[in-house]
């Protein structure tokens, strides 16, 4: 390997070490230590597999299906853009896969936050973090206004889907989304953190090495907040950010120099707004 050779790959690593850096959280106090490296690789990997249950349609091409499956846009074995159901399961999936590094986490509750988390927005509908800046300043993710109008709108949804239960159930479920909301226990603030490791993990997923520099941005910029929720999951969202610059370098190698320092770039220019 030549010279020059070699100085681009040390460049390329440090590049990419600057923007998965971004990620770290250097004031987390746990009762235990972060994740074995293999460990944190496992869990990631087996995250990625377990996606693959979006690629199978159910119902499709069978016999008294043929009307729905001719007009159906999802397509087998593609991963198409996620609905919230399957988001909804993907966090849950997640508790049990990573809740046992950290034994202070009720499983338990932590599951049933995981599965209703969204379900509000069966009446707000899917709220878009990115908006037309494509970096979310006029957005729920970094407006506060935005996320207090957000917060409000959950809370109403709450109410119409409360007031439709039998009434012994509709204290018990306020309850879990007033935790969720405020993220006032260590579960809530464990699935916030699930949840915007999932969207990393998508993203990664399902742009690989197409993702532009200012979409890494906002990605980047997203997950801390998953970060910052639960810091002890640090090592996780970082190999996902790994694994996405990776795709970058091995679809696009003569552009990932260029790609990383845009997109760090953007990050602190984004930063400093």
Known sequence: MNKIRVKMIARHKSQTEMLVDQLGFDDCIAPVSLPDPLDVRADVDMIYRLYDLQKIVRFFGQRYWEEETLGLGSVPKRYELENVAAHSFNVARCVPLLAPHFPWIDRGRATELALVHDEPEIVTGDKDPVGKDGQG???????????????????HALDALASSMRRSLRESYRTMFEELIEASSE?????????????????????????????????????????RRFPPLQEHF????????????????????????????????????
């Open 187 to 227: 579960e809530a603030q464990f699935v916030k953190a699930v949840d915007k490791l999932q969207a990393l993990v998508f993203v990664r997923l399902r742009k690989g090495g197409r993702i532009t520099p200012d979409h890494a941005a906002f990605t980047i910029r997203y997950s801390r907040i998953g970060v």
């Open 137 to 155: 300043f006029d957005t729920h993710a970094f407006n506060p206004t935005r996320r207090l109008d957000k917060d409000r709108e959950e809370r």
């Open 238 to 273: 970082k190999l996902v950010l790994r694994d996405l610059i990776d795709d970058v370098a091995q679809s696009r190698p003569a552009e990932i120099l260029a790609f990383c320092e845009e997109a760090f770039a953007k990050l602190k220019g984004a930063d400093q707004l």
